[in-house]
C-alpha cells in the first residue's frame, strides 16, 4: 500500500516555473514506477511525464518535452516534477501516481495522489 500526497502547486503567470512534489508513505518507494497526470475541465486525465524505479529512465508527453522534467529521491519517498516556461495550456489539476517496476503512458497505474491545482495566467 501506497499513500501519496502532491504539492507545490499555485498560480503562476506564462512563463514562469513551479516544482510539484510528491511524498509517497510506505518503505517500499523504490520498487514502483511513479507518473505524473494532469486533468484540465472537460478533459481526460493524461500523462505527463513518468520515472522508473530507479530513476534511469524518464518519459515525457510531447506536450511538455524540454520544458517539464521528473526526477525522484528515493532517500526522501519523493518524486518531483519541475516545470518551467508553463503555457496557459498547462492549467490543471495535477496528480502523481504510482505502479508495478515499469512505467507505462497510460492511466493504469495502482494508487493516485488527490492532486494539486496548478493555474497559469496568460
Known amino acids: 500500500q501506497v499513500q501519496l500526497v502532491e504539492s507545490g502547486g499555485g498560480l503562476v503567470q506564462a512563463g514562469g516555473s513551479l516544482r510539484l512534489s510528491c511524498a509517497a508513505s510506505?518503505?517500499?518507494?523504490?520498487?514502483?514506477?511513479m507518473g505524473w497526470f494532469r486533468q484540465a475541465p472537460g478533459k481526460e486525465r493524461e500523462f505527463v511525464a513518468g520515472i522508473s524505479w530507479n530513476g534511469y529512465n524518464t518519459y515525457y508527453a510531447d506536450s511538455v518535452k524540454g520544458r517539464f522534467t521528473i526526477s525522484r529521491d528515493n532517500a526522501k519517498n519523493t518524486v518531483y516534477l519541475q516545470m518551467n516556461s508553463l503555457k496557459s495550456e498547462d492549467t490543471a489539476v495535477y496528480y502523481c501516481?504510482?505502479?508495478?517496476?515499469?512505467?507505462?503512458?497510460?492511466?493504469?497505474?495502482?494508487?493516485w495522489g488527490q492532486g494539486t491545482q496548478v493555474t497559469v495566467s496568460s
Open positions: 501516481a504510482a505502479r508495478g517496476l515499469t512505467v507505462v503512458l497510460t492511466t493504469d497505474y495502482n494508487y
Open positions: 510506505g518503505r517500499t518507494f523504490d520498487r514502483y514506477a
